[in-house]
C-alpha cells in the first residue's frame, strides 16, 4: 500500500498547461468583465492546451474604441513589455507558451482593433 502512494500522489497533481486553463477558467467565470485601466474591459481568457496559446479578450470603449488609436501606438512592443514584465507569466513563459490578444470595439462588437500573438520567438 505504502508503495503506491507516491504514485497516486503523482497523478492528482495538475500539469502546468492543466492549471493555467484551469486558472484562466476561473478568472473569467469569477471576476470578468473586469476594467482594465481606462476605457478598456478583460473580457474573458482562455488557455488552449493543444496549442500552447493563452489568448486574452478585450473590449474596448470611448476614446479607445477607434482603429487609429492602434494604428498610433505600438502595440507589439507595449504588450511585450507588460508580458515580460509580468512575474506571474514567468512559468508559461519558461515552457514556451503563446499569447494572444485580441481587442474588440464595443461599438461594433465584431470589428476587431488588434488581433496579435507573442510568440517564444518574440519575448525570448
Known sequence: MFLLAPFVLLSCQESLEERAAREARQMTETKCPMPIGD???LDSIVF?????TQSQYFRVYGDLDSDSVFESVDSRSLLLSEL???PSYRALMERGVDFRYVYRSSKAPDTVL???TLTPDDYR
Open 48 to 52: 488552449d492546451i493543444p496549442t500552447l
Open 39 to 41: 476605457n478598456m474591459l
Open 84 to 86: 515580460q514584465n509580468t
Open 114 to 116: 488588434l488581433d496579435l
